[in-house]
């Protein structure tokens, strides 16, 4: 009898107590054996690697600057190496500062789009490389940002990495199918979910008033939309914006 090879899922900042760290224990539930990203967090990305052995997850923490093309080649060599295949990858590693537009350089552009859309194109493009020749494939899950519908102030060149990633998404569905048809990508535009820390009161309750719901996500909600994504097996190169009704509110 054949031993049954476990699927692999790498989450990309999934270190922190973010939502990608929510993204990787959703996974782990549904029997993914886990391949945790982190930049610095190397504390954080242990802790979770040992809390999901402990419940009897497959997992290891890799680490890698996402905007360095070089340490994203080796990272995902490292994960092959490590569990043999990849079949999930979600993109939720990503940078979100606030900056008065007339002070924004034209170095604060290249640092977000480095980190928010090159990290996440390289990290595509290497796992849809390690996906073109397994006979199962896989699925990427990009995560890009309700916003960029409806921009607010004080993010300009946040918004502008972010824009790019439902255009990105499209292409690599349609790429990705070309060299496997069994490659899917899909997209996730979060609303307010797991707001900052920082944020004041006002900009808290600005961003729940804004939704159709009236009240707050939980990353569980961005986790619940991956699952369906990797399990659903029809369904490519659409982008699922997961925010309370903000969108069209």
């Given amino acids: 009898m054949s031993k049954t090879v476990s699927k692999v899922a790498m989450i990309t900042g999934s270190g922190k107590r973010r939502v990608g760290n929510v993204i990787a224990g ?15 967090s190397d504390r954080e990305a242990t802790a979770t690697v040992q809390e999901l052995t402990t419940l009897g997850v497959d997992a290891a923490s890799f680490a890698a600057d996402v905007s360095n093309e070089q340490q994203v080649l080796q990272m995902f060599a490292a994960v092959k190496a490590r569990f043999g295949r990849l079949d999930v990858l979600v993109t939720a590693a990503a940078i979100w500062e606030p900056q008065p537009l007339e002070e924004v350089t034209a170095e604060d552009v290249r640092r977000q789009f480095d980190i928010n859309t090159l990290g996440t194109f390289l990290c595509c493009q290497q796992a849809g490389k390690i996906m073109i020749d397994q006979p199962e494939a896989g699925s990427i899950v990009t995560i890009g940002d309700w916003a960029i519908e409806r921009p607010y102030e004080g993010y300009a060149a946040y918004f502008i990495s972010k824009g790019t990633i439902p255009t990105m998404s499209r292409m690599l569905a349609v790429e990705l199918a070309r060299r496997n048809r069994r490659i899917r990508v899909n997209c996730i535009l979060p609303g307010p979910v797991m707001l900052p820390e920082n944020l004041s009161q006002p900009e808290v309750q600005g961003a729940v008033a804004g939704t159709l719901l009236k009240r707050p996500g939980q990353p569980e909600n961005v986790a619940q939309a991956v699952v369906f994504f990797a399990e659903n097996d029809y369904v490519t190169g659409v982008c699922l914006p997961v925010d309370g009704g903000r969108t069209v509110a």
């Fill in 26 to 40: 959703a996974l782990a539930e549904k029997g993914y054996s886990i391949a945790v990203h982190y930049r610095g």
